[in-house]
């Protein structure tokens, strides 16, 4: 971007987000330069939204600048990882004054609110995309992957899942929904809260753990697989909020917890003899996650309704198609 590319980095993106000592050289320089933590590992995760592809086109700014750093957190968590630092890659079509400060303005919250500095970016001219890398750290070899699943392993999912699947079809008028249920399920969508602190709990009680943002089913499955099983999972322990109940009724509810995608929840694995302690130091009212079904020795995901293997459909914009 030609003339005021440094005036629009200094005023939205110089100093966004936290302050942090171990950012030795921030924006302004050619590149950052940052100081990890002794004995950690470097956790890297990148993640683009395209206008009209992973938002709709004219969303809320504050709202794609909350997402844009929110997924990359999601998979920071999924990791175990602490964030500390991101980078920005900003394609806009022009220099937006007040879309700019909207989208800064809901990237630097979240950012804030788990303290991550944004260290360094690009500025272009282009159709609207915007691409976030989140860097963090663990202890090292202490990072939860998707491989350390094990047949008898019990599942969970955090969360309630098929809220943000239903706060898109609201926001693109193709569910209808009024009141507080649309608020809420909006917001879900919108805003999704990245389970950071989860993440790096688990490290002491999951085997495997995967972020939900492709559908609960579809993701838990991915776990399996990486972990060289597969995944039962009891369609009537998948929880769902009294919103998505109360919008879609109870039976797409699941199917759309199910299936869904943008959660940003965690799906995680434990082991038999950790379950006791994961209950009683991470109380799940507390910390907000589920049962939801158990890892087995053959390949595949099946959900199981009393005793029966269910299907279910995976397409996202069926599930608002009115039965019959
Ligand atoms: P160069 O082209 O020499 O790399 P730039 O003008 O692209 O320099 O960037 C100048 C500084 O501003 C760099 O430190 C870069 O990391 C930072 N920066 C550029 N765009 C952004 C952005 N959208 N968000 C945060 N920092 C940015
Ligand atoms: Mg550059």
Excluded at 142 to 147: E, G, H, K, N, P
Excluded at 221 to 230: D, F, I, N, T
Excluded at 292 to 318: K, N, P, Q
Aim: hydrophobic share 40%.
């Amino acid at each position: 971007m030609s003339l005021s590319e440094f005036d629009l980095i200094e005023r939205y993106f110089r100093g966004c987000g936290a302050k942090r000592a171990d950012v030795r050289v921030g924006v302004g320089d050619d590149a950052a330069i940052l100081e990890c933590p002794a004995d950690s590992e470097l956790v890297a995760a990148v993640d683009s939204l395209v206008d009209g592809v992973h938002f709709p086109q004219g969303s809320p700014p504050a709202s794609v600048g909350h997402r844009a750093l929110a997924v990359n957190l999601s998979d920071l968590a999924a990791m175990g990882a602490r964030p500390a630092w991101a980078l920005l890659a900003l394609t806009l079509p022009r220099p937006d004054e007040s879309w700019l400060s909207e989208f800064a303005a809901g990237m630097a919250a979240l950012a804030r609110a788990h303290e991550v500095a944004l260290v360094g970016g690009d500025t272009t001219s282009g159709p609207l995309c915007i691409t976030v890398q989140v860097l963090g750290h663990v202890p090292r070899s202490s990072a939860l992957l998707r491989s350390g699943g094990r047949p008898g392993d019990a599942v969970f999912v955090s969360g309630t899942p098929g809220d943000a699947a239903a706060g898109l079809g609201v926001e693109q008028g193709r569910l209808p929904a009024t009141g507080e249920a649309a608020a809420y399920l909006r917001e879900r969508f919108l805003y999704p809260a990245p389970r950071v602190a989860l993440g790096e709990c688990l490290r002491r009680y999951a085997g495997a753990c995967i972020d939900v943002s492709d559908g609960l089913l579809g993701d838990a499955a991915k776990l399996a697989r990486a972990s060289g099983c597969g995944v039962e999972i009891s369609y009537d322990e998948v929880p769902v909020s009294e919103a998505l109940k109360r919008t879609v009724g109870e039976e797409r509810a699941r199917e759309l917890a199910l299936t869904g995608g943008d959660d940003y929840e965690l799906c995680f694995s434990v082991r038999p003899n950790h379950i006791a302690r994961l209950l009683a130091e991470l109380p799940p009212q507390r910390w907000g996650y589920t049962r939801i079904g158990t890892l087995r020795e053959a390949a595949g995901a099946d959900v199981l309704r009393d005793g029966t293997v269910i299907s279910l459909s995976h397409s996202g914009y069926d599930h608002f198609e009115t039965p019959g």
